[in-house]
């Protein structure tokens, strides 16, 4: 048999890596990192190889399952739309259209053919009820990115390659390589930026192993960071280190933000932080004379009540200082295609806009089109008008990875259907009554849409698939469409070719006008994904313009760099005013929305410390719950351990490998100890998306070591009320030693 060489993006995880691989007979020999690639240059993870496993997994489904009394059996596609028209249409009918809830998933950020064709399905709901995993990690840092530059996605990031002092707060992108940062190979940039004499400090509850190579590492109170942020800015205006550098025409606010943090001086904050006053003012100071710096922050940082607060002082500090939009500082990445911040005018737009609606039982503010994810379950057992009677999952699994899964759980169980897309039957889509698989990633093309607007460096890759789609199986794209046709009343065995034609051309009509035929003429022969790529490539910054810019993209042109690893478009550069999409044309520094949940951290400072808090944690293996059924990830030592400091330890009567409970407002599990000095006294960890003992899931590898779900123990009423973000850390936690049986 002949071995061929393919080169495609890995979708596994944020950093994007560049594979080379080889096959032989659809059998996958070998990955490895692909060196010519412009933007990972070889670098991989142990993910990446286990894509071999998931291509190969037995338990992945190939064909879609309906529930027939009770038990999930494998029909073609023309049964499984069939099944949906017949039960998802008059529930429409009876009830409306929000008696149907979708919810979206992580994965989903990494396939272009779910993410453009989402809102297709959307809008043909007519739902208010979207929902998604945005709102368990990210959206604190989307929606004060919003507030400050004008979109969901103008997120500031380290320019890792020219900076020499970097403090990195409730992150771990040695872990990640990366975090709304694409960021491959972080150890090696951040040794590299050693090498050249420059500094990486991490704030963090856990000794994480980005804390193991800096050159500092503070412990910090989970919940603290607002305060410690507050109390840098705070140094800043007292000390007089105030310096916007370049930016300095375009920022408004800047007093409205010192009197906003007047209260915030390191000494009233040092306890709540257990952070001293000095080495708050240290971090200031340094931060603020070393000519390029940047803060970054994330999950850690996200996952609390303070979330957006949080998320808006780490931009706070990166302007004041003369850090943002600068060489080394943090910096805008500027994306070939789908960037809202590089389209329609330059420099000034609408803005975003939040609470356009509420949701029904909780009255959460609607935030970037979507409720809180936490609001499921009570959307669907709270009875009343408007309840939700049908949902729509889309490779997501908040049974694992939302608070209070037992509840949702029960909830899903409640419901009149479930659809499900998804390759795997896990433990939410074991209550669908419809599962849609979509193909093997080696079997799908990979452009990453919103990655490349949060990376290190800008590039354009594109990815064919390696192997041809087996059987009938449809592209994921075709099987959205084909529901949101259901949806509109044309019927299940619509045309989706045809369907996907009209729906272009309704859009290049709305968007191009009189020129509108001509934007259909030069996306000819594309179809899908494909074609709206093509398209927003050429009408991007670096395209082609249609044709009259012959030296610009399009997709034929970054289609051919696959082998040779894609196309380098540059280090990062200033972008304001130009990025900027506010309706002032400016920075906002101080948006009011911000300003006013002050006073709610304010009135928290004095609160006592609890005993124990919790706090979860990322390990490199693990970046999503349905990875521990990949052998190549799920081996070595068991993850899913409580780590606990040995002071905690030995007062709690706590021994290393044996059993602890954790108990939580009535809530409680039990999980084995792993003493660890990298723990801060006062806090225990454990890591998120484990509990694969629940009936009805078919995941053989990850049920052989179940491990326990941390979301179990919290409280799902408990949110960032700005965001409507998830709180998954510093939850108060009762801590005891399970004696074992004589």
């Known amino acids: 048999m002949t071995v061929s060489t393919h080169h495609r993006i890995c979708p596994l995880c944020e950093a994007c890596c560049g594979l080379e691989i080889k096959v032989e007979d659809r059998k996958v020999i070998s990955i490895r990192g692909h060196d010519a690639d412009v933007f990972s240059a070889g670098y991989i993870c142990p993910k990446a190889v286990a894509l071999k496993d998931l291509h190969e997994d037995p338990d992945r489904l190939r064909s879609p399952m309906v529930k027939r009394n009770g038990v999930h059996v494998a029909v073609s596609w023309k049964e499984a739309f069939a099944e949906i028209e017949r039960r998802l249409l008059p529930i429409m009918a009876a009830h409306g259209r929000d008696a149907v809830g979708v919810v979206t998933g992580n994965p989903s950020a990494h396939k272009i053919g779910l993410l453009t064709y989402f809102p297709k399905l959307a809008r043909a709901l007519g739902t208010k009820n979207i929902f998604s995993a945005s709102s368990v990690d990210q959206i604190p840092k989307q929606l004060a990115s919003g507030l400050m530059f004008g979109t969901w996605l103008s997120v500031a990031v380290p320019d890792i390659a020219r900076t020499d002092w970097l403090l990195v707060i409730g992150a771990n992108p040695l872990a990640s390589n990366g975090s709304m940062w694409t960021v491959p190979d972080f150890r090696g940039k951040a040794k590299a930026m050693q090498a050249r004499g420059g500094k990486l400090i991490v704030i963090d509850p856990r000794r994480t192993e980005t804390a193991a190579v800096a050159d500092a590492h503070h412990f910090i109170r989970p919940g603290a960071d607002v305060f410690l942020l507050g109390a840098m800015v705070h140094t800043l205006f007292a000390e007089n280190l105030v310096n916007l550098g370049a930016v300095q025409e375009w920022v408004n606010g800047v007093d409205e933000v010192r009197a906003a943090v007047a209260a915030f001086a390191p000494e009233a904050v040092a306890a709540r932080c257990a952070i001293d006053a000095?080495?708050?003012?240290?971090?200031?100071?340094?931060?603020?004379?070393?000519?390029?710096?940047?803060?970054?922050?994330?999950?850690?940082?996200?996952?609390?009540?303070?979330?957006?607060?949080?998320?808006?002082?780490?931009d706070v500090l990166n302007t004041l200082t003369g850090h943002l939009d600068a060489p080394g500082g943090a910096m805008f990445a500027k994306s070939a295609a789908f960037a809202?911040?590089?389209?329609?005018?330059?420099?000034?737009?609408?803005?975003?806009?939040?609470?356009?609606?509420?949701?029904?039982?909780?009255?959460?503010?609607?935030?970037?089109?979507?409720?809180?994810?936490?609001?499921?379950?009570?959307?669907?057992?709270?009875?009343?008008?408007?309840?939700?009677?049908?949902?729509?999952?889309?490779?997501?699994?908040?049974?694992?990875?939302?608070?209070?899964?037992?509840?949702?759980?029960?909830?899903?169980?409640?419901?009149?259907?479930?659809?499900?897309?998804?390759?795997?039957?896990?433990?939410?889509?074991?209550?669908?009554?419809?599962?849609?698989?979509?193909?093997?990633?080696?079997?799908?093309?990979?452009?990453?849409?919103?990655?490349?607007?949060?990376?290190?460096?800008?590039?354009?890759?594109?990815?064919?698939?390696?192997?041809?789609?087996?059987?009938?199986?449809?592209?994921?794209?075709?099987?959205?469409?084909?529901?949101?046709?259901?949806?509109?009343?044309?019927?299940?065995?619509?045309?989706?070719?045809?369907?996907?034609?009209?729906?272009?051309?309704?859009?290049?009509?709305?968007?191009?006008?009189?020129?509108?035929?001509?934007?259909?003429?030069?996306?000819?022969?594309?179809?899908?994904p494909q074609r709206a790529l093509d398209l927003q490539l050429r009408a991007g910054p670096y395209g082609d313009e249609f044709g009259r810019k012959p030296e610009g993209l399009n997709l034929r042109k970054v289609m051919a760099t696959n082998a040779s690893g894609g196309i380098d478009l540059g280090e990062l550069q200033p972008r304001i005013p130009e990025m900027l999409r506010t309706p002032s044309g400016k920075v906002e520094l101080a948006p009011p929305l911000l300003i006013a949940d002050l006073p709610r951290a304010l009135a928290d400072l004095q609160?006592?410390?609890?005993?124990?808090?919790?706090?979860?944690?990322?390990?490199?293996?693990?970046?999503?719950?349905?990875?521990?059924?990949?052998?190549?990830?799920?081996?070595?030592?068991?993850?899913?351990?409580?780590?606990?400091?040995?002071?905690?330890?030995?007062?709690?009567?706590?021994?290393?490998?044996?059993?602890?409970?954790?108990?939580?407002?009535?809530?409680?599990?039990?999980?084995?100890?792993?003493?660890?000095?990298?723990?801060?006294?006062?806090?225990?960890?454990?890591?998120?998306?484990?509990?694969?003992d629940l009936p009805g899931a078919q995941l053989s590898v990850a049920a052989e070591r179940p491990g326990v779900n941390l979301n179990a123990l919290l409280d799902e009423k408990l949110r960032d009320p700005l965001s409507g973000n998830a709180v998954l850390s510093g939850v108060p936690v009762k801590v005891r030693a399970v004696l074992a049986l004589a």
Request: charge should be negative; glycine fraction near 8%; hydrophobic fraction near 40%.
């Open 278 to 314: 000095d080495t708050i003012r240290q971090l200031a100071r340094q931060l603020a004379g070393t000519p390029r710096a940047a803060v970054y922050a994330r999950i850690g940082t996200c996952t609390q009540e303070y979330g957006t607060l949080a998320s808006w002082l780490v």
């Open 340 to 528: 809202s911040n590089s389209s329609g005018n330059s420099g000034r737009g609408k803005g975003i806009s939040t609470a356009r609606r509420q949701s029904r039982v909780s009255h959460a503010p609607e935030v970037m089109g979507e409720f809180p994810i936490n609001c499921i379950a009570e959307e669907i057992d709270t009875p009343g008008e408007g309840r939700m009677r049908a949902l729509i999952t889309m490779a997501t699994n908040p049974v694992l990875s939302v608070p209070n899964g037992p509840r949702l759980a029960k909830a899903l169980d409640s419901l009149d259907f479930m659809v499900s897309l998804d390759i795997y039957l896990n433990e939410t889509t074991r209550h669908a009554d419809v599962i849609l698989p979509g193909p093997s990633p080696l079997e799908d093309l990979h452009y990453d849409v919103a990655f490349p607007q949060m990376s290190w460096r800008n590039h354009a890759r594109y990815s064919p698939p390696v192997f041809e789609r087996q059987g009938e199986q449809p592209e994921e794209w075709e099987n959205l469409l084909r529901i949101a046709a259901i949806a509109k009343g044309l019927g299940a065995d619509v045309d989706v070719g045809a369907l996907d034609d009209s729906e272009f051309a309704e859009d290049a009509q709305r968007s191009f006008g009189e020129h509108a035929q001509a934007i259909i003429d030069a996306c000819q022969g594309l179809r899908g």
């Open 607 to 692: 609160s006592p410390a609890p005993d124990m808090v919790l706090i979860g944690r990322r390990d490199v293996r693990t970046n999503n719950s349905w990875m521990h059924n990949l052998p190549t990830l799920a081996k070595g030592p068991f993850r899913c351990t409580a780590l606990v400091h040995p002071d905690d330890a030995a007062r709690l009567g706590l021994q290393d490998g044996a059993m602890a409970q954790l108990e939580n407002a009535g809530r409680s599990l039990q999980a084995q100890v792993h003493i660890s000095t990298d723990m801060m006294p006062g806090v225990v960890s454990l890591p998120h998306g484990w509990g694969h």
